[in-house]
């Protein structure tokens, strides 16, 4: 039996149609696979937006060989087109796009807070007024499953009741909690593949903990293949983010012993997948992942590539400054993506990239998928080596030469028991939502609310605290 540096039985759940099993953890942090009915993904994972069943600039093929485990569709989009009908025709979305890897569905609950002004939210669901032709369409927790029943991806999520974190209404908070309890009930109800698609609840409730204690509590007792922690990254402060982060991450799943017949000594600690939901900004994904997260998604990576932006250990490269006109350096010279890996150099991306032309997306989009998949590949190595804690410090260092970790990350960490010594060595910044802006405008940082398909449909609300790599021209 596999355990853990402490020495204790690590922990693994069986559902029907998901094995999971915890391969090493260190602290908080934990390495796993998470067998699914079309292949086996290990978490640490990010999983890149495929809106309408497709990642934007990147074919199925090449994200095979970037290494990424998992993609997500988006329930709402696809229905409105092409339809979950003549997706079950071909065979699915797997069959759709031609992918042989895992699938997650969303509920097209995030909607509610992207499409805000297009829809209206009651205890039967959600209606919608499409963007495309102003028809309405009527969501509720059976229409949701039956439609991701349809589509046939390996995970889809229950429909939930999604408040944005900035709201001043207590009450409607209140009523967001249960109804989401509600509508899970109905989502299983409705769920009439069990053995071959994964339902997962998602934790609501704010950022109040005990709305989030009472919605974890509840979700947990359906017994569930997996859960997410949604409603975040929706213009919350940085500390009130990793609180809730850490709060659910301690809480998900229960923590009872899964008995062999052996006694106590021989019964194995139960887990189930923790998915954080919109996370994609790399910093989140590596402290959200020291507080034992698994699973990530988010539009950014891919969006902000079609505005130029690379993602870097550093930080981020906005390739059309006019300082990388005669920059000869790959993105990133350790990384073995084609682009880098060719020797692109970013004096050419700053050039396709000024001018607007379609293979610049393209390039910058695969260097960020490739950015994320080998960051979280990283962590599941060091995990498994033990020796996370000092790639972490290694991480932060990369990013944060000057010793500046931001409060909330050390915060974060000292929860996550890992310590900063010799790394956060600058004073400590100020916190809050305006000290977050303030930061992320000195350091060039990437923000805006949402996607173009629907200013938020990837959940990231300008939260990250990322620097700007220094765009020298000399040599690294």
């Known amino acids: 039996m596999a355990s853990s540096s402490s020495g204790e039985p690590l922990p693994s759940s069986d559902s029907p149609a998901l094995k999971f099993k915890v391969v090493a ?31 934007k600039g990147l074919t199925s093929a090449q994200l095979a060989d970037l290494d990424c485990h998992v993609i997500l569709g988006n329930t709402y989009h696809l229905e409105n087109r092409p339809g979950s009908e003549l997706v079950a025709e071909m065979g699915g979305l797997h069959g759709f796009i031609n992918w042989q890897r895992g699938m997650l569905t969303d509920s097209g609950g995030f909607q509610m807070v992207s499409l805000l002004h297009l829809a209206e939210i009651t205890e039967e669901g959600v209606t919608f007024q499409s963007p495309v032709d102003g028809s309405r369409m009527l969501l509720t927790p059976e229409q949701s499953i039956g439609i991701q029943n349809r589509l046939g991806a390996d995970v889809i999520m229950a429909l939930d009741d999604v408040v944005p974190t900035t709201t001043n209404d207590p009450a409607r908070f209140v009523e967001a909690t249960h109804r989401t309890t509600r509508w899970i009930d109905r989502c299983i109800a409705a769920h009439s593949r069990p053995t071959e698609q994964n339902l997962f609840g998602i934790v609501q409730g704010g950022l ?3 709305l989030r204690r009472i919605s974890m509590e509840q979700l947990v007792a359906r017994d569930l293949p997996g859960y997410a922690i949604g409603g975040l990254a929706g213009g919350e402060s940085k500390d009130d983010f990793w609180r809730v982060v850490a709060q659910c991450t301690a809480g998900l799943p ?13 019964a194995r600690p139960m887990s189930k997948p923790r998915y954080v939901m919109g996370i994609g900004y790399p910093l989140d994904i590596v402290v959200c992942s020291a507080l034992g997260a698994d699973m990530f998604d988010s539009v950014y990576p891919t969006r ?37 890996a060719r020797g692109t150099p970013r004096a050419y991306l700053h050039n396709v990239v000024t001018r607007g032309l379609a293979s610049a ?25 033990q020796r996370f804690p000092d790639w972490v410090r290694g991480y932060l260092t990369t990013m944060f030469p000057k010793g500046d970790v931001p409060g909330w990350v050390r915060d974060a960490m000292e929860v996550a028991g890992i310590s900063l010594e010799g790394v956060a060595t600058a004073p400590r910044p100020p916190a809050g939502r305006a000290a977050d802006r303030e930061a992320a405008e000195a350091q060039g940082q990437e923000g805006g609310l949402g996607s173009a398909e629907d200013k938020g449909q990837g959940q990231e609300g300008g939260r990250g605290l990322k620097r700007a790599a ?7």
Do not use: W
């Not at 690379?310 to 682009?339: H, I, Q, T």
């Not at 997306?361 to 080596?385: F, K």
């Not at 220094?470 to 690294?476: D, K, M, R, Y």
């Open 361 to 385: 997306a393209g390039l910058v989009t695969l260097h960020n998928i490739a950015y994320t998949q080998a960051l979280t590949r990283a962590m599941r190595q060091a995990i498994e080596e």
């Open 25 to 55: 953890a260190q602290g908080r942090a934990r390495s796993s696979r998470m067998t699914l009915p079309h292949y086996t993904a290990h978490t640490p994972m990010f999983m890149p937006v495929g809106t309408q069943g497709s990642v």
């Open 208 to 210: 109040d903990p005990e």
């Open 254 to 266: 229960p923590g009872k012993r899964r008995g062999t017949g052996t006694g106590a000594s021989g």
């Open 470 to 476: 220094e765009p020298v021209t000399g040599s690294a």
């Open 304 to 340: 902000t590539a079609r505005f130029g932006v690379a993602l870097v250990p550093e930080g981020v490269l906005k390739l059309k400054n006019a300082c990388f006109a005669r920059d000869y350096r790959p993105l990133d010279p350790g990384c073995s993506c084609p682009v880098c």
